[in-house]
């Protein structure tokens, strides 16, 4: 006969399933209770972790009418509940990991360091030990102290018993654990961990990127839409003023453009005038009779002026 308190637990956890927008499925495995006990407290305002054996998750799932999730259940499991998207509960269990002991036969996940300072430890044969390892100690006022900053373990390397039995003593907690997320279902779709688990930055940088490809393309190819109609308006009122300055048409837009381009031909015209006349003028100290100018001279400054009203007449029409 089944114990009534099965029947209870795939009850209350049925229920639960069907009220929750996100249902995940996290490993539980070899995460000592302690640690346990404060990643749920991490999560409470979040999201809800529960702890149930396997094959009660299964038969909530049944219940509860969501098919293939109970495919992800394997090993020790545990159930959140939220209303946090999968991706956003994957980042928040990411952050949410916490440091715990070294075991004999554990990988380092980083290099270990037994930083340089007092142990707090008194005295006693366990400086033979760090000295054994590797680390330099000495014994001052009764308190055994760590002379200098000591590599004991490299990163990918297996942590032995005797060194993960002195880290443990020493309080170095080398070790990072977390609730690891096998899978998570909201409205229908099941997101596994291999999807779940994105470089935010290059994505957010890839995306960025094709934007501006697409932006562009459709640009270039003169496709309308809401994003791309205000850039190509632009760009169509640009080349009608262009345009209009180039063929001299005079609207409120280009007058000032051409009033502007008036202007400057008009001072260059001045400029050139200006130096025509200069040039034409007798240069200091050239011998000439007084009061009896040179013809040749005369007949030059007629011409010049002559030149001079000829160009101010094309200048107004």
Do not use: C
């Not at 020790?76 to 928040?92: A, E, Q, V, W």
């Not at 373990?153 to 990072?176: C, F, H, W, Y």
């Not at 995306?207 to 109609?229: C, E, F, K, P």
Request: proline share 3%; charged share 30%; aromatic share 4%.
């Amino acid at each position: 006969m089944v114990a009534r308190w099965k029947f209870e637990e795939v009850e209350g956890l049925t229920k639960r399933i069907s009220k929750s927008k996100v249902i995940a499925l996290v490993n539980i495995g070899g995460i000592p209770s302690r640690q346990l006990q404060l990643m749920r407290k991490r999560l409470k305002e979040k999201a809800e972790l529960r702890v149930g054996k396997n094959n009660l998750i299964k038969r909530s799932f049944e219940k509860a009418g969501i098919k293939d999730l109970d495919k992800h259940v394997r090993g020790s499991m545990g159930l959140i509940f939220t209303d946090l998207d999968p991706f956003k509960l994957n980042k928040i269990l990411k952050s949410s990991r916490v440091s715990a002991p070294a075991k004999a036969g554990s990988i380092a996940p980083k290099d270990i360091v037994v930083p340089s300072g007092d142990t707090s430890l008194p005295a006693g044969p366990i400086i033979g030990d760090l000295q054994r390892l590797g680390i330099k100690a000495k014994i001052q006022e009764g308190r055994i102290i760590v002379t200098e900053d000591s590599l004991v373990v490299r990163e990918g390397e297996e942590i032995s018993q005797d060194m993960a039995g002195v880290l443990t003593r020493l309080g170095i907690e080398p070790i990072e654990i977390g609730l690891d997320l096998n899978a998570a279902y909201e409205d229908g779709v099941i997101y596994t961990s291999d999807i779940l688990d994105i470089d935010e930055t290059k994505t957010i940088s890839d995306l960025q990127t094709s934007y501006r490809d697409a932006l562009n393309l459709a640009l270039n190819s003169g496709i309308y839409n809401s994003v791309t109609i205000k850039y190509l308006l632009n760009d169509a009122f640009n080349n009608a003023i262009n345009l209009a300055i180039n063929a001299e048409i005079a609207t409120k837009e280009t007058i000032k453009f051409l009033l502007s381009k008036a202007n400057r031909e008009m001072l260059s015209l001045t400029s050139r005038i200006s130096g025509d006349s200069v040039s034409g003028a007798p240069a200091e100290g050239e011998d000439e009779r007084e009061g009896e100018p040179k013809k040749e001279v005369e007949g030059e400054e007629e011409k010049t002026e002559d030149e001079a009203a000829s160009g101010l007449a094309s200048l107004f029409g």
